[in-house]
Nanobody, 115 residues
Framework: QVQLVESGGGLVQPGGSLRLSCAAS????????MSWYRQAPGKERELVAA????????MYADSVKGRFTISRDNAKNTVYLQMNSLKPEDTAVYYC????????WGQGTRVTVSS
């Protein structure tokens, strides 16, 4: 069965960095685009970044451009989100997503940016 397991969240001060990981299994990882979403308290889930199957193309929400970098390692079935210059408004639960006809989500990893 499809599984997406996020890790790497935590508490960080404004201006700090975190690297999120999403380990995937149960499908041919290298054949599918992957995405990161986030959901802040009281807000709808929003797309943060996405990467094509081979990693040759990426996209970012305007709010994170220049600060976040999505990447993937198809040999490890893992997608990453490097988050730099974090702001309090980046506080959210971050989810990994893959669309395989239907969408699959991980359980999420919480990121809190606070001094």
């Amino acid at each position: 069965q499809v599984q997406l397991v996020e890790s790497g969240g935590g508490l960080v001060q404004p201006g700090g960095s975190l690297r999120l990981s999403c380990a995937a299994s149960g499908f041919t990882f290298s054949s599918y685009a992957m995405s990161w979403y986030r959901q802040a308290p009281g807000k709808e889930r929003e797309l943060v970044a996405a990467i094509t199957s081979a990693g040759g193309s990426t996209m970012y929400a305007d709010s994170v451009k220049g600060r976040f970098t999505i990447s993937r390692d198809n040999a490890k079935n893992t997608v990453y989100l490097q988050m730099n210059s974090l702001k309090p408004e980046d506080t959210a639960v971050y989810y990994c997503h893959v669309a395989l006809g239907i969408g699959y989500w991980g359980q999420g990893t919480r990121v809190t940016v606070s001094s």
